[in-house]
């Protein structure tokens, strides 16, 4: 399991393996682009499913950093619900 606290703050390892995996299908596409461009034939390329899994991995790991993050706001009383108060009130 991912570690939640980095550097003291929750939900940042979460976020920071999000990037991670992102960049991994954000870079395969950028191949998969230059192979057609190019007309190249490189074999470094993910398939259609795997790269439907590597996007639902980050997204999936960006939710849980959000929702960590979250929890830790609401329990030290950081978090400020929208529903409270409306914009012309403050």
């Known amino acids: 399991m991912i570690r939640a606290r980095v550097r003291g703050k929750p939900g940042r390892g979460y ?19 230059i192979q057609v461009l190019l007309g190249w034939t490189l074999p470094i390329h993910l398939g259609d499913t795997v790269q439907f899994v590597v996007l639902l991995a980050a997204v999936t790991l960006f939710v849980m950093g959000a929702l960590v993050r979250e929890k830790a706001e609401r329990k030290s009383g ?4 929208e529903g409270s108060a409306s914009p012309m009130q403050k």
Do not use: Q
Request: hydrophobic content about 75%; cysteine-free; charged content about 20%.
């Open 15 to 33: 976020l920071a393996a999000a990037l991670v995996v992102f960049a991994v299908f954000a870079g395969d596409i950028m191949i998969a682009k």
């Open 78 to 81: 950081d978090f400020e619900d």
